[in-house]
Structures are given as structure tokens and as C-alpha cells.
């Protein structure tokens, strides 16, 4: 399945030793209906592509939907000393 959210958080700490926090809530799944037509148009384009370089669409194709559901359940975070970020993605 397809990654629907993602959720990011940034907190950093300010000269005053003060804590700052922002979050935001992003809707992949608005991304997903926007991106379907160019998608649609782009199918046979990327197919007729792949036959003159002589290569498999079908293994193309199933290797970008594999990386694609494979982000689902992803968390990256990275720490310094004066910030933190978090991205997670549902």
C-alpha cells in the first residue's frame, strides 16, 4: 500500500535557550491524485522508451511501485546540538 500521511517535526533551541517546535501534517494522498494524470500520460511514454533502450517496462514498473509502498512505515530523525527533525511517514 501506498504511503496516504506524512508528519514532520522540527524542534530547535534558540540563543536564549529557548525551545522552539513546529509540526506539520502533509496529505500524500492529495499528491497521489494530482500526480495520477500525469502518471496515465507518462505510461506509454516511459514503455516506448524502454523498448528502444532494450529494456523490461514491466520490471521498471515493479521496481518503482516496490519503492514506492516500501516508504510506508518509514521514520528518519536526525539530531544535532541546536536542532532535531523528524519525518515520519504513514
Known amino acids: 500500500m501506498i504511503p496516504w500521511s506524512a508528519f514532520i517535526y522540527v524542534e530547535w533551541w534558540t540563543r536564549s535557550h529557548r525551545n522552539r517546535r513546529f ?21 506509454p511514454v516511459v514503455a516506448l522508451a524502454c523498448l528502444f533502450v532494450r529494456m523490461n517496462a514491466l520490471r521498471l ?24 527533525v523528524l519525518v515520519n511517514i504513514a
Do not use: C
Open 23 to 43: 509540526s506539520l501534517w502533509i496529505p500524500l494522498f492529495l499528491a497521489w491524485l494530482l500526480l495520477l494524470p500525469l502518471l496515465v500520460v507518462l505510461f
Open 61 to 84: 514498473y515493479a521496481a518503482a511501485w516496490e519503492i514506492l509502498t516500501g516508504l510506508r512505515k518509514t521514520r528518519v530523525e536526525v539530531r544535532s546540538p541546536a536542532a532535531r
